[in-house]
């Protein structure tokens, strides 16, 4: 069974965050989940969800998912000897974004990313803040470098997007394929069911 974690911390964006949950508890595979104090606060301001238990997140019981203390540094995926096949974290603030750059793991989320990265698995970092500053953009650039994903919660609006599902679905599907995990989400382009036809040079 694939082992999963997934990071919740304090940039907006908390309707991401569960509609990836809801998503990567269908399939076979072990969620591990843990958020950040700031986390649970976007989660109870964005979602309502003022006590955050499995049900909570993912809208059901479910057996393939273990919730984390944020500062439980000695839990099982803090350590490289604990095969995972990937890390998400979703969304990511800017304050995380910089802790994992710089290489801290004071806590279990930034703990269970330098651990991803040193055993060179897959990190997919989801930021959401707008504008970003040379700073953030270093980080990025830094993080990137040492192996990770950066894939920012911009939905694309060539699908035709008609509600707040659409474009949540949508960056979540990108992150899936990221995860290299199947989906039935509409993300796929193709220009001929769309209507484009190709271009001339007149036009």
Not at 55 to 76: F, I, K, Q
Not at 81 to 86: E, K, N, P, Q
Not at 102 to 115: H, P, Q, Y
């Amino acid at each position: 069974m694939r082992q999963i974690i997934l990071a919740v911390t304090g940039a907006s964006g908390a309707p991401y965050a569960q509609r990836l949950a809801q998503r990567l508890v269908e399939q076979d595979l072990h969620l591990h989940l843990v958020v950040s104090p700031h986390g649970r606060e976007l989660l109870a301001s964005e979602l309502g969800i003022r006590k955050l238990t499995v049900e909570s997140m993912v809208g059901r019981p479910a057996e393939n998912v273990t919730l984390y203390s944020y500062r439980d540094v000695g839990a099982r995926i803090a350590s490289g000897s604990f095969l995972t096949h990937g890390m998400v974290i979703c969304p990511a603030s800017s304050n995380t974004l910089a802790a994992v750059a710089a290489g801290l793991g004071d806590n279990l989320i930034t703990r269970a990313a330098m651990v991803t990265l040193k055993e060179a698995r897959r990190l997919i970092l989801v930021p959401r803040e707008t504008p970003l500053s040379a700073i953030e953009l270093e980080n990025m650039l830094r993080l990137s470098r040492a192996g990770a994903i950066v894939c920012p919660a911009s939905p694309g609006f060539y699908m035709h997007p008609h509600t707040i599902d659409d474009l949540l679905d949508f960056v979540v599907g990108r992150v899936l394929d990221l995860l290299g995990l199947p989906h039935d989400l509409h993300t796929r382009w193709s220009p001929s069911e769309r209507g484009w036809a190709q271009s001339s040079d007149e036009e």
